[in-house]
C-alpha cells in the first residue's frame, strides 16, 4: 500500500506538486496523512493521500481536523483526498466530501496512468497540440502523394483553395491540354 | 490579467433590475450568486446582448423578446458591456437600448467574436438541458448545429472541394464527358485506326491486283516471245516497254490494210463490171453504129434537100421549121379567114350606123323646133299675167273691164291664178324638151364617133388582097407538108437510131476499159502479196477473190500480232499504274499509322494526367479519412471524455462521437457511449442516468470550447450544475480551477444557491499572485455599502510552511 501511495506521489509531481514533508503540519498542527503534496505555479491545492483506513474514524477526524485548522487560519487552499483501496462506507464517504473532494482510487496498484485518470480533476486537461491538429489540409493531401508530387499535382491542389468548380476546371484544362497540343501538330503537319 | 476579454457590465431597467448596475467582471473568475427572482439571469442575458447583440435562448423562444426585455413599466433598458479592446468593436464601449421591437446600438464584441460566444462561450441555463438535442437539431435542410461546427473543425471544404472536383477524374467516361477535346481525341484515335485498316486493306488489294496484272503481262509478253531479263516488277514492265517499242510494225500492218481496203474497192468495181453488157458486144455495136449512120447519110441524101428547101419557105413565112408545123400551118390560115369574117361585120355595121345617123337627125331637127315655139309662149305671157294679177282685186278685168262673171263662175283672180300656174307647167315641159334635145345630140356624136372608128377599122382593097396571096401561100405549104411529113419522120428515126448506136458503144467501150485498170489494179496487189498474177483460164472474178482472201488472212495475221502488242502494252500500263498505287497507299497507310500513333499518344497522355489526378483524388481521400480519424478521436473524443471523466469519474459510460467511416461528403454525426471497456454503447439517452446526461451536455459543451483556438477565452454557465450531486460539483469546481488557472479561460459562473456560492467563493479563491476572484450577491445586498460585490485576491497561505 505504502508503494501506491508512493506512486501517487511520483504522479502528483511529475504534474508539479510538490510532496510535503511527512507529517503533515498545517499551523503547527501535525496531521497523520499517508502522503501530502500542494500544487505549485497556478495550483495551491493541497493534496493528501490516505490509503484505505482500516478505521475509517480515524480518517475523518484526521481530515475534518485539518479543516478546522485550516478554517482557523483562513487558508483557502482546496483540499482533495486521494483514497486509496476499497472506498469506505456512504457515511465516512459524506464526512470526507464535507471537508474535500474525494478521489478514491479502489485499484490495487494502479498503474500511473489509472493514478492520471482518478486524480484528473488536478491536472490541466491534455489539448491536442497544434501539431496534433494536423497541418493544412491541402498541405497533407500533397504530402500524401510523396515523391511524386509535381507541379501538375500542386496545381490542381491549388485549385481547391478556390473551389470545386475552379479543381473541376483546372482538371478538364489539365486534360484538355493532353489533348489540345495534339491540335498544334496537327496544323504543323 | 490584462487578457481577460469581459471587464465590466452597465444595465440599466434590464428585465429584473430595477434602476441601473454597474458590475465588474474583470477577473479571472467572476462568481455570480442571486436568489431565485434575484435577476441572476438577467445579469447574464444583459451580458450576453451587449456582447453580441442579441439572446438566442430567448429568441429561439420568441422572436419578439425585445419587446419583455425592459423592466416592468419602462420603455427601454440599455447594457454597456466594457470588454478588452482586442475584442472590442469600438473604441468606446458601445451603448445598447432596446425595447418593443428594437434593438438600438452595436454590440461590444466584433463579428467573430460575437459568434463565437454565442456558440462556444456562453452555456445559458435553458440550454443546458437541451444542449444534446440542440446540438443535433436541423432545421429542413440546414446541418446541424454540431455538425456545422464538426465541419469547420474538420477543415474539409478545401478536400472536398479537390474530391468532388476530381471525382470526373475517377471514372473515363465522366471525364470524356468533361473534356470535349478528349472525346474529340478518342473519335480521331478511332478514325485513324479505321484510316489505318482501311488503308491496309486497300494496299492488299492494290498489291493483289498488281501481282494478277504482272501475271497477264508475263503471258501477254510470252505470247510476243519475250521472256523476262531483270528481277523485281518495275524492271520487268519497263524491258516489257522497250520490248514492245522495238517490235511496233505499224506501217505493215498499215499496208497490208491499204491493200486489203484496196481489193475490197476493186472487189466493189467488178460487182459493178458484172452488171454491165457484156464485152462479147462490143463487136456488134460497133457495126450497128456504122450501119445507122449510113442509113442517116443515105436518108440525107435522098430527102434532104427537098426539106431544107420547105423548111427555108416556112422560115420566109415566119413559122416554125420543125416540130408541129402542120398545127402551125392551120393556125396560121385559121387567123387570116377569121379577119375576113371581122372586116365583113365591121361593113354591115357602118351601113346601120350610117341610117341611125339620118334618124337621129330629124328627130333632133323636131325637138329643136317644139322647143323654139314653148320659149316663145311661156316666158313673157307669164310676167304679164303676175303683173295684172296685182290688179284683180274683183271679177272685173283690169283689160277689158268686163266682169269676169259673164264667162266663168270661177273668180278672176283665180282664173289668173289658174293662168299663171298653167304657165308654169309650160316650163316644165321646156325643160324637158331641153333634155330631150341634148339627149338626142349626145346619141348622135357617139353613132358619129363609132361610125368614124369603125370606119377605121375597115380593111382597104390593098390589105385585102395581100391577105389572099398568103393565104393561098400558106395552103401550099399545108399540101406539101401533108408529101413531106413521113419522110421527115423517117429522117429523125434514122438520126435517133444512129445516136443511140454511138452511146451503146461508148458504154461498152469505157467498160473494156474499165475492166482492164482493175486487172492491171488486181495485177499490181498481186505483185504486192507476192501472188502469182492472173492465170489465162482464171475468171476475174476468181483472182479477184483469189487476192482479196490473202489480203484478208495478211491483215488478220497482222492485227492478231498488234492485237497482242496492245494487249501487252495494255497490261505494261495496268503493271506501272498498280506499281504507283501500291506506292501511294504505302504512303497513306504511312500517314495513318502515324496519325493513329500520334493520337494514341495523346489520349495516353490524357490517361497519364487523369492518373495524376486520381493520386491528387486519393491523396485527398486518404487526408480526408485521417484528418477525419484524427479530428474525431484527439480534439473531440480525447477532450470530452477527458472533460467528462473529471466531472463523473465513476461513470462507466463515456460519451463520444461515432467516428465516421464514410468518405461520403456530408458526414453524418452520431453521438454515442463507449464503455471503460473500448466496447460501444448506446446513445447517451439510453445509457446515462439524468444527472451524467447533464454532465455530457456540460462536458461536450467544454470539450468543443477546448477544441478550436478560443476567439474569445471566456466561459460564462447560468446555473450549470443545479442537478449535480456534491461529488460532481466538487469535480465541477477542480474543471473550472483548471480551466482557468491552467488553460487561461476567464470563466463567469451564475449559482441560485448560497451553500453553492459559498464553496465555490472558496474553492474558486485565487491561487497566485495577481490571480482574482470577484463574486457579486444579488438581492438584498444589492442595497449594501459595497452593493455586493467582492474582488478577493491572493494572499501568501501561512497554513503549510513550504
Not at chain 2, 471525364?175 to 478528349?182: H, N
Not at chain 2, 330629124?362 to 303676175?386: D, R
Not at chain 2, 456540460?698 to 443545479?722: K, N, R, T, Y
Request: glycine share 6%; charged share 25%; proline share 4%.
Amino acid at each position: 500500500m505504502a508503494s501506491d501511495v508512493d506512486a501517487v506521489l511520483a504522479v502528483l509531481e511529475g504534474a508539479g506538486f510538490e510532496r510535503l514533508p511527512k507529517p503533515l503540519v498545517v499551523a503547527g498542527s501535525t496531521f497523520d496523512f499517508d502522503a501530502a503534496a500542494k500544487g505549485t505555479g497556478v495550483s495551491h491545492d493541497l493534496v493528501l493521500v490516505a490509503a484505505s483506513p482500516s478505521a475509517p474514524r480515524h480518517l475523518t477526524r484526521l481530515l475534518s481536523g485539518l479543516s478546522r485548522t485550516l478554517d482557523q487560519v483562513s487558508s483557502r487552499r482546496p483540499v482533495s483526498l486521494v483514497l486509496l483501496g476499497q472506498t469506505p462506507g456512504e457515511r465516512t464517504m459524506t464526512v470526507l466530501e464535507q471537508h474535500a473532494r474525494v478521489l478514491p482510487i479502489e485499484i490495487e496498484a494502479p498503474d500511473p496512468e489509472q493514478i492520471r485518470k482518478a486524480i484528473a480533476v488536478l491536472m490541466p486537461l491534455t489539448l491536442p497540440s497544434v501539431t496534433a491538429r494536423g497541418q493544412g489540409p491541402l498541405l497533407e493531401v500533397t504530402t500524401r502523394i510523396g515523391a511524386a508530387l509535381s507541379s501538375e499535382h500542386k496545381a490542381l491542389v491549388n485549385a481547391a483553395l478556390v473551389g470545386p468548380d475552379e479543381v473541376r476546371d483546372s482538371l478538364r484544362r489539365f486534360i484538355d491540354g493532353a489533348v489540345e497540343a495534339a491540335d498544334s501538330d496537327e496544323g504543323e503537319r | 490579467m490584462t487578457d481577460l476579454p469581459l471587464r465590466s457590465i452597465t444595465i440599466s431597467d434590464f428585465r429584473k433590475l430595477e434602476g441601473t448596475r454597474r458590475l465588474p467582471l474583470d477577473a479571472p473568475i467572476v462568481l455570480l450568486y442571486g436568489a431565485n427572482g434575484t435577476g441572476k439571469t438577467s445579469v447574464l442575458s444583459a451580458l450576453e446582448l451587449a456582447l453580441t447583440g442579441e439572446i438566442r435562448s430567448m429568441r429561439r423562444h420568441d422572436a419578439r423578446y425585445t419587446a419583455h426585455l425592459p423592466f416592468h413599466g419602462q420603455e427601454f433598458a440599455t447594457v454597456t458591456a466594457q470588454v478588452s479592446d482586442a475584442f472590442s468593436a469600438a473604441t468606446q464601449p458601445p451603448i445598447m437600448t432596446v425595447g418593443g421591437s428594437r434593438i438600438d446600438g452595436l454590440p461590444a464584441f466584433g463579428p467573430d467574436a460575437r459568434r463565437f460566444y454565442s456558440e462556444r462561450c456562453y452555456l445559458d441555463q435553458v440550454s443546458l438541458g437541451q444542449l444534446l438535442e440542440l446540438y443535433q437539431y436541423r432545421e429542413g435542410k440546414e446541418e446541424s448545429a454540431l455538425a456545422r461546427f464538426v465541419n469547420e473543425l474538420l477543415g474539409l471544404e478545401q478536400l472536398d472541394a479537390l474530391r468532388s472536383g476530381l471525382d470526373d477524374a475517377n471514372n473515363y467516361a465522366r471525364l470524356r464527358k468533361l473534356s470535349e477535346p478528349l472525346a474529340e481525341a478518342e473519335i480521331q484515335a478511332k478514325q485513324a485506326e479505321s484510316d489505318l485498316s482501311r488503308a491496309n486493306k486497300l494496299s492488299e488489294s492494290a498489291k493483289a491486283e498488281l501481282s494478277g496484272h504482272l501475271a497477264q503481262l508475263l503471258r501477254a509478253m510470252a505470247g510476243l516471245g519475250f521472256e523476262p531479263g531483270r528481277p523485281g516488277p518495275e524492271e520487268f514492265a519497263s524491258d516489257a516497254a522497250e520490248f514492245l517499242r522495238s517490235i511496233e510494225s505499224r506501217e505493215e500492218s498499215a499496208e497490208a490494210q491499204r491493200l486489203s481496203t484496196t481489193l475490197v474497192a476493186l472487189g466493189g468495181k467488178l460487182e459493178e463490171l458484172l452488171l454491165r453488157p457484156s464485152m462479147t458486144r462490143l463487136d456488134e455495136a460497133r457495126s450497128m453504129a456504122v450501119e445507122a449512120a449510113a442509113a442517116h447519110k443515105r436518108w440525107q441524101a435522098d430527102h434532104g434537100s427537098e426539106i431544107a428547101r420547105f423548111r427555108s419557105e416556112l422560115a420566109e413565112l415566119a413559122l416554125p421549121a420543125s416540130g408541129a408545123i402542120s398545127v402551125a400551118l392551120e393556125d396560121e390560115i385559121r387567123a387570116i379567114d377569121e379577119r375576113y369574117e371581122r372586116n365583113q361585120r365591121v361593113a354591115a355595121e357602118v351601113v346601120t350606123l350610117e341610117a341611125k345617123l339620118i334618124d337621129g337627125r330629124a328627130i333632133l331637127g323636131t325637138v329643136e323646133a317644139q322647143l323654139g315655139s314653148a320659149l316663145k309662149q311661156a316666158g313673157s305671157l307669164a310676167a304679164a299675167f303676175a303683173t295684172l294679177r296685182e290688179f284683180v282685186s274683183d271679177n272685173t278685168c283690169p283689160v277689158c273691164d268686163r266682169d269676169f262673171t259673164e264667162v266663168s263662175t270661177t273668180h278672176l283672180g283665180l282664173h289668173l291664178d289658174q293662168k299663171i300656174s298653167e304657165l308654169t307647167d309650160q316650163g316644165r315641159r321646156i325643160q324637158a324638151l331641153t333634155q330631150q334635145q341634148a339627149s338626142v345630140r349626145a346619141h348622135l356624136q357617139g353613132d358619129e364617133q363609132k361610125l368614124t372608128e369603125l370606119s377605121g377599122r375597115l380593111l382597104d382593097t390593098s390589105q385585102l388582097g395581100t391577105a389572099a396571096s398568103r393565104r393561098n401561100l400558106l395552103n401550099d405549104l399545108r399540101v406539101r407538108h401533108e408529101q413531106l411529113q413521113p419522110l421527115i419522120v423517117a429522117g429523125v428515126d434514122h438520126l435517133a437510131n444512129a445516136g443511140r448506136a454511138r452511146a451503146d458503144l461508148a458504154e461498152l467501150e469505157a467498160t473494156a476499159d474499165e475492166e482492164n485498170r482493175v486487172r492491171m489494179e488486181l495485177d499490181a496487189a498481186a505483185q504486192a502479196l507476192r501472188s502469182s498474177v492472173l492465170q489465162t483460164s482464171e475468171p476475174l472474178v476468181e483472182y479477184w477473190r483469189r487476192l482479196a482472201s490473202i489480203a484478208a488472212a495478211q491483215v488478220s495475221q497482222l492485227s492478231a500480232r498488234e492485237a497482242g502488242i496492245a494487249e501487252a502494252r495494255t497490261f505494261v500500263e495496268l503493271v506501272l499504274r498498280s506499281l504507283k498505287a501500291v506506292e501511294g497507299i504505302g504512303v497513306t497507310v504511312g500517314h495513318a499509322a502515324q496519325h493513329m500513333f500520334l493520337w494514341n499518344g495523346r489520349i495516353e497522355e490524357a490517361k497519364r494526367r487523369q492518373a495524376v489526378a486520381r493520386q491528387v483524388h486519393t491523396a485527398a481521400s486518404s487526408a480526408r479519412a485521417a484528418i477525419v480519424q484524427r479530428v474525431f478521436t484527439k480534439s473531440l473524443n480525447e477532450v470530452w471524455r477527458s472533460v467528462f471523466s473529471r466531472l463523473a469519474p465513476r461513470e462507466i459510460f463515456v460519451p463520444a462521437f461515432g467516428i465516421p467511416t464514410s468518405s461520403k461528403t456530408a458526414l453524418e454525426l452520431k453521438i454515442e457511449t463507449v464503455h471503460s471497456s473500448g466496447e460501444t454503447g448506446g446513445s447517451p439517452q439510453m445509457m446515462l442516468s439524468a444527472g451524467n446526461l447533464n454532465t455530457a451536455a456540460l462536458s461536450l459543451f467544454v470539450a468543443l470550447h477546448l477544441a478550436v483556438d478560443p476567439v474569445v477565452p471566456c466561459l460564462v454557465f447560468d446555473d450549470p450544475v443545479q442537478s449535480m450531486d456534491e461529488v460532481h460539483i466538487a469535480q465541477f469546481a477542480g474543471l473550472i480551477r483548471v480551466l482557468s488557472k491552467f488553460h487561461r479561460r476567464q470563466v463567469v459562473i451564475a449559482v441560485h444557491e448560497r451553500a453553492l456560492f459559498d464553496y465555490l467563493s472558496f474553492e474558486l479563491s485565487p491561487a497566485f499572485e495577481g490571480d482574482e476572484l470577484i463574486t457579486i450577491e444579488l438581492g438584498e445586498l444589492a442595497d449594501a455599502g459595497d452593493r455586493g460585490i467582492r474582488r478577493l485576491v491572493w494572499l501568501p497561505d501561512q497554513a503549510i510552511a513550504s
